[in-house]
């Protein structure tokens, strides 16, 4: 006769391994394991994990017995994962017949319980915890593990220094890429990727990729996503997180929705290919001026803004600033500016990354000593010689070249920015002639002081270029030097106004050329650039000219070949289009 297994509990006051554990109370249970706190006999507090009555009801001793076996396998090997920001395991102990899983007692809240008190998270509270949490589950899946139940209840902020601790592995299962796994009725709604509803479900790093990506949306939106099944067989569409939360970007946006994708071939297929889609943006802040019509400063205030730090090799370093995307109004108003200016149309771009200044001496000479592949670049080109200076005498096809070398070595899709993401990247949200305000002040910009405009008064004439970022004032993107100091090579072909121009923000290039070729792998498009004969755009002005040439909207033509001293340019990257 075949024999059941009966269910046990455990109970408070309850001793476990000969008394080396007294059991004070129960945390909680899922759909997998129970969680109970005990006591050693030093006064010091464990939880102890077991399976719950659901997995002991209805099962034959045998079948618990197995069940329970490879329960104590993923203990033993979870034991071996000793990480930060994984719950440490002790041992394993026996009590009728039961086995518990001894682990670390973590003081704190998870993050359900913080996201229910504070709202959704910032970016970078949650980067941080994606971050700390993701090098947890590259350790885990090193191992051959998988989580399989990561989400916001199941990640504990500790106390003490708030760090991230990826508890409750009683789903972690042994996995090889393509394994069909069993246990599908365990999983949690809104957390669980479509594969954890098949009977027949493959499981991989890909799994617990979707889950975090679940939890990363609820931390930044205080919403759960649409349960998978849900998403699968009613063909519901699932609500981009900036629906919910506007302050999102829209890389973050893409990353969670990417780590969100039904069907697992189309997830990263680990972690780290994941978090990069997070990108490695840091913070940083700056000072945003504004002046009043006579060019006097009437507000100084704080901007924060994203960036990447790339390492170009002997100290060099490049900073590119995330520009979000946008709407707005391309040109001069009435009143203001040139015929070439108009007609004023609206425009929508992109996110892109900028320069947070033009290209320096510095990083110019060496991205210079980078392979080459089409041009040679004469590696200290500039009259005014300094490091941080920017670069100038510099054609429009040398910055292609430039370019060119920098994408290979990086892999990255450096380009020069369209006529329409520099004036929107200029303007950073701003509608008056200058983003400081109405007029230009030399104590804010380097040009020819002898010029004035609208109320502004005269001010001094450098006759040079100035070191960039030496203003100590940037937009409210973050980009330093817009106004004055050198010209700023843009991609588009030249032409004498807006009429029939493209609306989407991509270059402007002869017969209406315009499409996303120049974004993807457009470094297979070097040979054709090399052609262009057609005169090329700049923006920002420069510092022998007067303000006027320094506006927002101005914009001057040049031969592609041209090289002078007046002449610079600052660089883009292209993100991946949503």
């Known amino acids: 006769m075949t024999q059941i297994w009966q269910p046990v509990i455990w109970q408070p006051n309850q001793q476990l391994d000969k008394g080396k554990y007294t059991i004070t109370g129960i945390l909680g249970g899922g759909g997998f394991g ?19 009555t659901q997995q002991q009801t209805n099962k034959t001793i045998a079948e618990f017995t197995s069940l329970q076996v490879s329960f104590v396998n993923e203990a033993l090997r979870l034991a071996r994962c000793h990480h930060p920001h994984i719950v440490q395991v002790y041992e394993v102990v026996e009590h ?6 001894v682990m670390e007692y973590i003081q704190g809240q998870n993050l359900a319980e913080f996201v229910e008190d504070n ?21 885990v899946h090193s191992q051959e593990l998988l989580h399989r139940d990561i989400k916001p209840q199941n990640i504990m902020l500790r106390r003490s220094d708030s760090s991230a601790v990826l508890i409750d592995f009683g789903l972690a299962r042994q996995f090889a890429y393509g394994q069909t796994g069993t246990m599908t009725n365990s999983r949690t709604e809104c957390y669980a990727p479509i594969e954890q509803y098949k009977r027949q479900g493959k499981f991989g790093p890909y799994t617990d990729v979707y889950a975090l990506a679940a939890t990363l949306y609820n931390l930044r939106t205080g919403k759960s996503p649409i349960p998978a099944n849900f998403r699968d067989e009613l063909k519901l569409p699932l609500p981009e997180p900036k629906q919910h939360n506007p302050q999102i970007p829209d890389w973050e946006n893409a990353a969670i929705l990417k780590g969100l994708e039904l069907e697992a071939a189309n997830r990263p297929q680990s972690v780290a290919e994941w978090l990069k889609l997070l990108g490695p943006f840091t913070t940083f ?22 960036q990447i730090i790339t390492d170009l090799g002997n100290g060099i370093t490049l900073e590119m600033v995330y520009i979000p995307g946008g709407t707005f109004m391309m040109g001069s108003p009435a009143g203001e500016g040139y015929d070439d200016e108009k007609p004023q149309h609206q425009v929508t771009i992109k996110p892109f990354l900028m320069g947070k200044y033009p290209v320096t001496q510095a990083q110019w000479r060496q991205v210079a000593s980078f392979p080459k592949l089409q041009i040679d670049l004469d590696p200290n080109p500039s ?6 200076l920017p670069v100038e005498c510099v054609s429009w096809y040398d910055c292609i070249e430039f370019c060119a070398r920098l994408s290979q070595k990086t892999e990255k899709n450096y380009r020069l ?18 983003h400081i305000g109405e007029t230009l002040t030399t104590d804010l910009a380097n040009y020819d002081g002898n010029y004035t405009y609208g109320s502004g008064a005269k001010g001094v004439y450098r006759e040079k270029t100035t070191p960039v970022g030496h203003f100590q004032h940037a937009n409210a993107f973050g980009l ?38 120049f974004e993807r792998n457009w470094i297979h498009w070097l040979k054709e650039i090399f052609t262009h004969k057609n005169n090329k755009l700049l923006r920002g002005g420069f510092w022998f000219d007067g303000p006027r040439a320094c506006r927002s909207a101005h914009r001057y033509y040049l031969d592609p070949g041209y090289r002078y001293l007046i002449i610079g340019f600052r660089i883009g990257i292209s993100l991946p289009r949503t």
Not at 34 to 52: E, Q, R, V, W
Not at 96 to 101: I, S
Not at 417 to 434: K, L, M, Q
């Open 34 to 52: 129970s969680t109970y706190t005990a006591k050693d006999k030093s006064g010091k507090t464990f939880a102890i994990k077991t399976l719950n």
């Open 96 to 101: 009728q017949g039961l086995m518990g899983m």
């Open 119 to 139: 709202g959704p998270m910032s970016h970078q509270q949650a980067l941080k915890i994606m971050e700390q949490i993701g090098a947890a589950l590259t350790l």
């Open 285 to 306: 802040t700056f000072n945003i001026v504004k002046v009043n019509a006579q060019g006097k400063e009437i507000s100084r205030s704080q901007g924060q803004a994203k």
């Open 383 to 388: 009259y005014f010689k300094g490091e941080n």
């Open 417 to 434: 920015p369209s006529e329409a993401e520099w004036e929107y990247a200029a303007r950073a949200g701003t509608t008056t002639a200058f």
């Open 480 to 517: 330093y030097d817009i106004h004055g100091n050198v010209w700023e090579w843009c991609l588009d072909d030249w032409h004498d106004s807006y009429t029939g121009a493209p609306t989407n923000g991509l270059a402007w290039l002869n017969e209406n050329d315009n499409d996303y070729h």
